[in-house]
């Protein structure tokens, strides 16, 4: 069956960094898109950063310049590479696949001083 393992969130200050880690299992990771989405307390979860088969990207906007989503097909594992954190990127993360709904459990994020 299809897994998604999530890890790698913690607490840290303004400006640090933290880098995401979704392993995933039960499918051909190489040929699927893969997502990272957040939600926040109160709020809606939304789409962070996408990355095809082909390691292309998109990412929204609050973002930009900050993440970076990458994949190692070989380790079956994407990641999201977070700098410059701000407090409104607190939130639980998700790896999802892009096709079915398949999600993670969710890691958390906090950004505080």
């Known amino acids: 069956q299809v897994q998604l393992v999530e890890s790698g969130g913690g607490l840290v200050q303004p400006g640090g960094s933290l880098r995401l880690s979704c392993a995933a299992s039960?499918?051909?990771?190489?040929?699927?898109?893969m997502s990272w989405h957040r939600q926040a307390p109160g709020k809606k979860r939304e789409l962070v950063a996408t990355?095809?088969?082909?390691?292309?990207?998109n990412y929204r906007d609050s973002v930009k310049g900050r993440f970076t989503i990458s994949r190692d097909n070989a380790k079956n594992t994407v990641y999201l590479q977070m700098n410059s954190l701000e407090p409104e990127d607190t939130a639980v993360y998700y790896c999802?696949?892009?096709?079915?709904?398949?999600w993670g459990q969710g890691t958390q994020v906090t950004v505080s001083s």
């Open positions: 999802k696949r892009t096709v079915g709904s398949y």
């Open positions: 990355i095809t088969s082909g390691a292309a990207t």
């Open positions: 039960g499918f051909s990771f190489s040929i699927y898109a």
